[in-house]
């Protein structure tokens, strides 16, 4: 069983809609949780960072942790086409080691159509 | 400019050739990253380094070799090539004070023949 598995999609929304993009954990050890976006032929980059269980919102951007489901959960409101793009959600483990390691989810392929 | 560059961009090789990809960042980082990326897996760790002197393999190290050159520079090496390391290769860098947060850059597209 892999640590973190993702829902692997693709997905393909119409613009305007609401995305829901989902990873499931098996190791308690993770404490920080993330979310990449990356574009096609481009490096990953980070959008949403968080660390404790709850919501935590920027702009169109919602990150949802449940710990005691070990859940977690990106929302896009309001879906663009230029948020079309390959989202990975991240984790790290957090004490006992000098270097948190961070495993990412397989990635979610995301298309918005005009 | 970009702060993490990766060389070449894009490289075809034969099997059994020795193959050199290159990092180098700007940001001031001490830690630097090798993963590969294949559809449907994700990421995945093949090295990674806190400093010059300390080089560290992750989960896929096999096949690979790297070389901390200087803070900015971390090299991975593929000795003898195989079709399965055809993948796309990210080197990432992190702060000391930062255990999450890996900037990536823009990959290298490799394919062995």
């Known amino acids: 069983q892999k640590e973190v598995e993702q829902d692997p999609g693709p997905l393909s929304v119409p613009e305007g809609a609401i995305v829901s993009l989902n990873c499931t954990y098996s190791n308690s050890a993770f404490q920080y949780f993330m979310w990449y976006r990356q574009y096609s032929r481009k490096g990953p980059e980070l959008l949403m960072y968080t660390y404790s269980s709850g919501n935590k919102e920027d702009g169109r951007f919602t990150a949802q942790v449940d710990k005691s489901s070990k859940y977690i959960s990106l929302f896009i409101r309001d879906s663009q086409p230029s948020d079309s793009a390959t989202y990975l959600c991240?984790?790290?483990?957090?004490?006992?080691?000098?270097?948190?390691?961070?495993?990412f989810g397989q990635g979610t392929i995301l298309t918005v159509h005009p | 400019d970009a702060d993490v560059t990766q060389t070449p961009r894009n490289r075809i090789t034969k099997t059994g050739k020795r193959i050199m990809l290159e990092c180098s960042q700007t940001?001031?980082?001490?830690?630097m990253y090798w993963y590969r990326q294949d559809p449907g897996l994700g990421l995945r760790l093949i090295y990674y380094s806190f400093d010059v002197k300390d080089i560290n393999k992750g989960e896929i190290s096999d096949g690979y070799s790297v070389s901390r050159q200087a803070q900015a520079k971390f090299s991975l090496s593929l000795e003898s090539a195989i079709p399965n390391q055809t993948a796309l290769y990210f080197c990432a860098t992190s702060a000391r004070t930062s255990r999450s947060t890996q900037y990536f850059g823009p990959g290298t597209r490799l394919t062995v023949l």
């Open positions: 991240g984790m790290v483990t957090a004490g006992g080691t000098s270097y948190g390691k961070l495993t």
């Open positions: 940001k001031g980082h001490d830690r």
